[in-house]
Structures are given as C-alpha cells and as structure tokens.
Nanobody
Framework: QVQLVESGGGLVQAGGSLRLSCAASGLTFSSKDMGWFRQAPGKDREFVAAIDWSGGRTFVADSVKGRVTISRDNAKNTVYLQMNSLKPEDTAVYYC????????????????????WGQGTQVTVSS
C-alpha cells in the first residue's frame, strides 16, 4: 500500500520559513518524479514545485520562484519543500504527489498526471 505522509506545516508570520517533508512508502521512490501542490479554500489545486526521480532537475511555479526549494533524499524515501519569505497568499493545504511513470521527465506538471497523493498539511501565513 502506497503512503505519502506530509509533515512540517503550521502557522507562521509573513516573512517566515517552513520546511515540509513527505515520507513515502510502498512504492519505488527512487524511480518516481515527486512534486508538491497546494490548494487554498475555494480554489483549484495548483502546482508548486517538483523534482525528477534522480534529483537532477527541479521545477518551480512562477508564483513561488525564488522563495521555494525542493529536494529529495532517495536513501530516506523523502522529499522536502523549503519555503522562505512566506506570504499570506501562500496559505493553503500542501499536498505531496507522486507522478505516473508515464510522464516521467515531463517538464509540465498537472493534477491528472498524479498517481498518488498525500493527505495534506496545512500552512497558514499570518500578515
């Protein structure tokens, strides 16, 4: 059974930082492209950042570029999202995602490409 378990969310003031973690089990993590999406109340789920299976390529949404870094540790089956200079508009539930192998290497990340989702972790940024 595949599990993606996020942690590290919470309440932070604007300008602060958070590091999200996603621990994966039940899948061949080292062969999976991994990503982070977020969903604010009343809005669609949107792409935040992703990293390819090797860790050699990363992709970051324009809305968070320069403030977010994604990384992975294949030995620990874990992917991380470091978020700095947080803004109130970053408030959302953040979801870890594993992408279908069919799309491996694709630079475009969309919701239908996702094979597995985590349960989400709440990030709240106060102004």
């Amino acid at each position: 059974q595949v599990q993606l378990v996020e942690s590290g969310g919470g309440l932070v003031q604007a300008g602060g930082s958070l590091r999200l973690s996603c621990a994966a089990s039940g899948l061949t993590f080292s062969s999976k492209d991994m990503g982070w999406f977020r969903q604010a109340p009343g809005k669609d789920r949107e792409f935040v950042a992703a990293i390819d299976w090797s860790g050699g390529r990363t992709f970051v949404a324009d809305s968070v570029k320069g403030r977010v870094t994604i990384s992975r540790d294949n030995a620990k089956n874990t992917v991380y999202l470091q978020m700095n200079s947080l803004k109130p508009e970053d408030t959302a539930v953040y979801y870890c995602a594993a992408r279908y192998s069919l799309y491996r290497g694709s630079v475009r990340w969309t919701v239908p490409q996702i094979d597995y989702w985590g349960q989400g972790t709440q990030v709240t940024v106060s102004s």
